[in-house]
């Protein structure tokens, strides 16, 4: 298992702890406050495919790793629970859990927002109560991607479950739910609530009044014993209980990519981001109404903070980013480490002729299609490695301009700039591509632990840390700016090249494979 181990400028204190449970690793940044980094820890975790499609964690693997990211940050700051006024939570999400809130043990291993298994039980569910309501009542299409799917899964498939928790003696939640209830004391007190952010992420949450949808539930088969409380993003849910920051407020959770949105300052309607890492994620602040999407985009909550009414987002994600290049890596063996793209990519001036759709688990926004597959396409004898570099990088841009697109038709509004964050923008070459893509400017943020960043922000809020949103604003600073160069005429001609390169992945998998 790799650690990453960093530690920043130490500011002065008091500081504010956040916790990222992502997908490959559990973080904990201390931030001082300015929202700079004064120490970093991180551990990466076990991914578990036990069959094609299946995608699991440990649940208790994640837990102790947890702790020990949060006792490292704090040893390497060189601080006390006393400095820390508030520890904020932020975690990959849709990911689901069911676990024995008498015991603490988990019933299962959780099941990945990756994880294609619920693929027929979604049709099934689409055939029965209709796309529609679902779309109408959560912002979401019937997928695989979400959780309560997964929940049902879980109730039919392991034996006895249902029982159990139909009589009150089992909790389901997402990785913030998990975390905040050890956290806050596990078997002793801890407290079982998720965010609206994380809620509106399950198929379960109705977008309009914020609460559990019970027609939903019943459809689904779900029994409401097992649920969260649903609180808003920004509040103090309970205090830390044993552990190194013992007795500190647990102030606040948001999804990972709604923490980003919140890191990145996108408090105004119509600023967006995308985040760039295993996946890709662009969220655009639309206000206070949820606004429908009619192009394949999600509709979510962006964050709540305290009382105050909700904010809502459009969400386009993207399955397969960072994550290909790690397939070029690992399972191609093209390149020795994800840096080496850039350089083997820059190696050429253009992508000869290829065009690479990364479909691997079926294609997510705007298309929604569980029955594509992956496709590398337009190849020759001219196609070098170096070619296929190429497409790859470009395969995270075109995702990105079509959902760029699906935004401005749903919301209105034009991209003028795009924040970005994640481990991809390191990448000169993808950045520039995407810029040229877009036709806009692509700006990346001083700091790029923008997950992090957010999920202390709205933590800090809840304690008074930091006065307001305006407050946090002043500390978003430009590091890095890229401007188009494409002329209109070849990117219209690659545009509808990449376009005809995904028609391609559709329909390879057969509905009863699905
Ligand atoms: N220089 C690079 N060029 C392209 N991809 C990169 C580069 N560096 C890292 N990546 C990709 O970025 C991902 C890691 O980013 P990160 O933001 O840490 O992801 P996550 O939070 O999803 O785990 C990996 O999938 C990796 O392949
Ligand atoms: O943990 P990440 O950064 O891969 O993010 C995963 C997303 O939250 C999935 O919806």
């Known amino acids: ?284 602040n639309t206000g206070g109404t949820p606004v429908n999407s009619y192009n394949g985009l999600l509709t979510t909550v962006g964050y709540q903070i305290g009382d105050k009414p909700p904010v809502y987002a459009l969400e386009g994600s993207i399955a397969v980013t960072g994550s290909l290049v790690q397939w070029m890596r690992d399972q191609m063996g093209l390149i020795k480490s994800a840096a080496e793209i850039e350089t083997l990519a820059s190696s050429v001036e253009d992508n000869g002729g290829a065009y690479f759709v990364p479909a691997f688990s079926g294609l997510f926004a705007p298309y929604w299609r569980p029955d594509a597959r992956g496709v590398i396409t337009g190849l020759t004898r001219y196609v070098t490695k170096a070619h296929i570099a190429r497409a790859v990088l470009e395969a995270t841009a075109w995702q990105t301009r079509e959902i760029s697109d699906a935004m401005t038709k749903d919301s209105g509004v034009e991209l003028t700039a795009l924040k970005v964050d994640g481990g991809m923008t390191s990448n000169n070459l993808l950045m520039q591509t995407l810029a040229d893509f877009l036709d806009a400017p692509v700006v990346r943020p001083m700091v790029a632990e923008t997950t992090c960043l957010g999920a202390a922000y709205a933590a800090g809020l809840a304690v008074g840390f930091w006065p307001d949103t305006d407050a946090l604003r002043a500390n978003w600073r430009r590091a890095a700016e890229w401007t188009p160069r494409m002329d209109a005429d070849t990117r219209a001609r690659e545009y509808k090249s990449w376009l005809k390169a995904v028609e391609r992945t559709m329909g390879w998998v057969e509905d009863e494979e699905s």
């Not at 298992?1 to 690793?25: E, K, L, N, R, V």
């Not at 975690?91 to 994880?115: F, I, S, Y």
């Not at 998990?178 to 949450?205: E, F, K, Q």
């Open 1 to 284: 298992m790799t650690d990453a181990h960093t530690t920043g400028t130490h500011g002065t204190g008091p500081f504010i702890a956040a916790i990222d449970q992502g997908t490959t690793s559990s973080r904990c940044i201390v931030f001082d406050k300015d929202g700079r980094i004064v120490s970093v820890d991180q551990k990466e975790h076990e991914q578990i495919f036990p069959k094609p499609g299946w995608v699991e964690h440990d649940a208790t693997e994640i837990w102790e790793n947890v702790q020990e990211v949060v006792a490292g940050a704090i040893v390497k700051a060189g601080i006390t629970s006393a400095d820390v006024k508030a520890i904020g939570i932020t975690n990959q999400r849709e990911t689901t859990l069911m676990w024995d809130k008498n015991t603490g043990e988990p019933v299962h291993n959780a099941l990945v927002w990756q994880d294609t298994r619920t693929d027929a039980l979604c049709k099934e569910l689409g055939r029965n109560v209709g796309q529609d309501r679902f779309r109408r009542e959560t912002g979401l299409p019937l997928a695989s991607y979400f959780a309560g799917p997964k929940v049902r899964w879980l109730l039919d498939n392991v034996e006895g479950l249902r029982e159990r928790a139909e009589a009150g003696d089992i909790l389901f939640g997402t990785m913030d739910s998990w975390v905040i209830w050890n956290l806050t004391g596990g078997t002793d007190g801890g407290v079982h609530v998720t965010d609206v952010t994380n809620a509106s992420r399950t198929l379960l949450m109705n977008l309009h009044t914020m609460a559990w949808d019970e027609k939903i539930l019943s459809s689904i088969g779900i029994p409401a014993a097992v649920l969260p409380e649903i609180r808003s993003s920004a509040e103090v849910y309970g205090h830390a209980k044993g552990g190194i920051l013992d007795g500190v407020p647990v102030a606040s959770a948001l999804g990972d990519q709604q923490a980003a949105l919140f890191g990145q300052t996108c408090f105004a309607e119509g600023e967006a981001k995308s985040t760039y890492g295993t996946g890709t994620f662009m969220l655009m």
